[in-house]
């Protein structure tokens, strides 16, 4: 049964479950789950876990993202991007310089009100289920982290490119409103592009026709450990202590460093995702065949 992770540079038009599905068909397996939605106008790396490797996708939905995307200035729609019906239109009278001291607000921690398009639900309702009847209900407003934001270029007197590394749960769209609001110009987002997400970047994407194309798909999934190669490796020197974790039991390592480790066993399997804390090391999750 294939297992593992599948880092797809997501085609525009799709949505995240789209591709879910196509890679159900591919790969013969029910169990697929993606690491963190793109909308349908947007492209990039859309991290896929396949078989057991499911069991992994809460860790990448909660990783830092990066973006590409183009900020389109004196242009207000309804879903604050270019795919949505124009609101209204304002001169630009905006220089670089003046775009470059309104980001500075924008960065570190900031409070975001999540759009009307969106899936969040309120009161058991899906947002976007009420836009589209014309509705619209109060969001409260989110703690989001811009970690670094940037111009890369002018394409134009009245669009930019900018890219964005932020966590979980921020709206690139919203972003770009909220920089035109800031200008007084108004603003939406022209396309998408995501560069990073869950530690993995476009170097390890592939796209669907290649994943359709190959002989043997299996062999371009990526192993669940490769999610966490930020941890440490533990390799287990024991068949006790290695019982130990296979079953979900504590196991008492004294001279363990507190924190994360990916675990192995001594045949070099990786069995789970733990954590030592006291001389104790318990699983987090465990990722072995059973």
Request: with cysteine; charged share 25%.
């Given at each position: 049964?294939?297992?593992?992770i599948?880092?797809?540079?997501?085609?525009?038009?799709?949505?995240?479950?789209?591709?879910?599905?196509k890679?159900?068909?591919?790969?013969?397996?029910?169990?697929?789950?993606?690491?963190?939605?793109?909308?349908?106008?947007?492209?990039?790396?859309?991290?896929?876990?396949?078989?057991?490797?499911?069991?992994?996708?809460e860790?990448?939905?909660?990783?830092?993202?990066?973006?590409?995307?183009?900020?389109?200035?004196?242009?207000?729609?309804?879903?604050?991007?270019?795919?949505?019906?124009v609101?209204?239109?304002?001169?630009?009278?905006?220089?670089r310089?003046?775009?470059?001291?309104?980001?500075?607000?924008?960065?570190?921690?900031?409070?975001?009100?999540?759009?009307?398009?969106?899936?969040i639900?309120?009161?058991?309702?899906?947002?976007?289920?009420?836009?589209?009847?014309?509705?619209?209900?109060?969001?409260?407003?989110?703690?989001?982290?811009?970690?670094?934001?940037?111009?890369l270029?002018?394409?134009?007197?009245?669009?930019?490119?900018?890219?964005?590394?932020?966590?979980?749960?921020?709206?690139?769209r919203?972003?770009?409103?909220?920089?035109?609001?800031?200008?007084?110009?108004?603003?939406?987002?022209?396309?998408?592009?995501?560069?990073?997400?869950?530690?993995?970047?476009?170097?390890?994407?592939?796209?669907?026709?290649?994943?359709?194309?190959?002989?043997?798909?299996?062999?371009l999934?990526?192993?669940v450990?490769?999610?966490?190669a930020?941890?440490?490796?533990?390799?287990?020197?024991?068949?006790?202590?290695?019982?130990?974790?296979?079953?979900?039991?504590t196991?008492?390592?004294?001279?363990?460093?507190?924190?994360?480790?990916?675990?192995?066993?001594?045949?070099?399997?990786?069995?789970?995702?733990?954590?030592?804390?006291g001389?104790?090391?318990?699983?987090i999750?465990?990722?072995?065949?059973?």
């Amino acid at each position: 049964m294939a297992s593992g992770i599948l880092v797809v540079d997501k085609p525009a038009g799709w949505t995240s479950m789209d591709v879910c599905a196509k890679l159900r068909g591919i790969f013969h397996e029910k169990r697929v789950g993606h690491g963190g939605t793109l909308d349908p106008m947007a492209t990039g790396i859309l991290p896929v876990f396949i078989g057991r490797a499911t069991r992994a996708v809460e860790f990448a939905e909660k990783s830092d993202k990066e973006y590409i995307a183009g900020l389109k200035l004196g242009v207000i729609t309804n879903t604050q991007d270019i795919t949505g019906e124009v609101l209204e239109r304002r001169p630009v009278q905006v220089s670089r310089e003046q775009l470059e001291a309104a980001l500075e607000q924008f960065r570190g921690d900031i409070m975001q009100v999540p759009p009307m398009y969106s899936a969040i639900k309120i009161n058991g309702k899906k947002l976007y289920e009420l836009a589209r009847k014309g509705r619209e209900v109060e969001r409260p407003a989110r703690l989001v982290a811009i970690k670094s934001l940037e111009i890369l270029e002018q394409q134009g007197e009245d669009l930019y490119a900018i890219r964005v590394r932020c966590t979980k749960g921020t709206y690139i769209r919203t972003l770009c409103h909220d920089i035109g609001q800031a200008l007084g110009c108004g603003g939406c987002m022209s396309f998408l592009r995501r560069t990073m997400a869950a530690g993995f970047t476009l170097e390890d994407a592939v796209s669907l026709e290649r994943t359709q194309a190959e002989g043997d798909p299996a062999s371009l999934l990526l192993p669940v450990d490769s999610l966490f190669a930020g941890r440490p490796v533990l390799m287990l020197k024991s068949a006790e202590t290695e019982k130990k974790i296979r079953n979900g039991m504590t196991a008492v390592l004294p001279e363990l460093s507190p924190g994360e480790y990916r675990v192995y066993a001594q045949n070099r399997e990786f069995l789970a995702l733990c954590r030592a804390q006291g001389g104790k090391l318990t699983t987090i999750k465990s990722f072995f065949e059973v």
